[in-house]
């Protein structure tokens, strides 16, 4: 008895598990997708446009178009956990970091023939301009204490007015395919380059989290901001900081997404991707009140949102349709991701082993 009751604690403790509901939506798709066409995971080792023998298939797109969602998800964490609101700007904001690089690699010619600058030094420049933008938020949610919604739609409505500004309304293109190798492939490297940034950009991130005191401050700021206060730390900068870093983030999506096509499309780059990033953090069942975090429930719930993506891409699913079908299966794995629910069906569960255990012992 005692034995049964220990597996039946186990397998509570694993339904409990932040990471149980990611993972098991990931099973989901894993196993519809096996079953409605095992294609899907079938991986080519083949040249590219190139000529360069690169992998490619769907499980490779994943990997490669999940990269700036991780990325975001991760910012968007920290600004979630501190906040208790979103940053919705996120789209339009890359769109002003990817403007920023083209401007200064293009300077005033839309077609230089050769670069105007470093492509290092325009990803500086992008990550500056960003990081003020993302203080910018910063400042209005922290020492404005305006909701951080409200606050970052002022950039939601304005960014792309902004980034198409920036370059006199012109669509720049770089012809050097050096630039095009942070978005693609580099020769003789058959991963796409996005995939590396994006494990680099998770190492980093966790190795700031275990060796400093910043989500620990984070998750205090989140919970209790008066308490933190209490006990020495600032809420404001704590959380002015969440949003710097999430500028910081957003520079680098920036980056990756004019380097994919060496140009930019104002209006189109990063449409809706806010919203992904958003539900990636709260389908890692993160509180979107703010708060404890797991950083590795979001990056798990980036990769499931863009399974899900190119699932129904790959079974022809209108692209104007695309965001009902995402919204009704993530509503789902939310609503079972949400605390309350889970309390609910752990506390249900109790009741049923008790009710068991009675009409055992009755007998």
């Not at 220990?6 to 990611?22: C, E, G, H, W």
């Not at 769109?95 to 290092?120: F, K, M, N, W, Y």
């Not at 190795?207 to 404001?236: D, E, F, H, M």
Request: net charge positive.
């Amino acid at each position: 008895m005692s034995s049964n009751k220990t597996f039946k604690d186990k397998v509570m403790a694993v339904l409990k598990n932040q990471l149980f509901i990611p993972l098991a939506a990931l099973l989901i798709l894993v196993l519809f997708n096996l079953i409605a066409d095992p294609s899907f995971f079938k991986i080519a080792y083949k040249a590219n446009s190139d000529g360069f023998m690169v992998f490619s298939g769907y499980l490779i797109t994943i990997l490669d178009n999940a990269s700036e969602l991780v990325i975001l998800a991760i910012g968007m964490t920290l600004v979630t956990a501190a906040s208790g609101g979103q940053d919705i700007s996120v789209g339009a904001v890359i769109a002003i970091a990817g403007s920023v690089v083209l401007r200064v690699l293009c300077g005033t010619d839309p077609r230089p023939e050769t670069l105007q600058a470093p492509i290092i030094v325009a990803f500086l420049v992008c990550c500056v301009v960003s990081m003020a933008f993302g203080a910018f938020n910063g400042i209005l949610v922290s020492y404005f204490k305006i909701q951080p919604m409200v606050a970052t739609l002022i950039l939601f409505t304005a960014g792309r007015s902004i980034a198409a500004w920036i370059n006199h309304n012109n669509l720049p293109i770089i012809s050097e395919p050096s630039f095009g190798w942070f978005g693609n492939y580099i020769p003789h490297i058959p991963f796409p380059t996005p995939i590396f940034i994006a494990i680099v950009f998770i190492i980093i991130t966790m190795l700031v989290l275990k060796y400093t005191n910043i989500g620990l401050y984070t998750q205090s700021v989140g919970i209790n901001a008066n308490s933190s206060r209490l006990n020495g730390i600032n809420p404001q900068m704590i959380k002015f900081l969440t949003y710097v870093i999430m500028g910081l983030c957003v520079a680098i999506a920036g980056f990756i997404k004019v380097c994919r096509i060496s140009t930019i499309n104002y209006s189109v780059v990063a449409k809706d991707i806010e919203m992904d990033a958003i539900l990636a953090v709260a389908l890692g069942g993160n509180a979107l009140s703010g708060g404890k975090f797991n950083m590795w429930a979001s990056i798990l719930g980036a990769f499931v949102i863009q399974f899900l993506t190119t699932t129904l891409f790959k079974f022809d699913v209108a692209s104007e349709a695309l965001p009902a079908y995402k919204a009704i299966v993530v509503i789902i794995l939310v609503v079972l991701s949400a605390p309350i629910v889970r309390q609910k069906m752990s506390e249900l569960s109790k009741k049923l082993t008790s009710k068991k255990a009675a009409a055992v012992e009755a007998k």
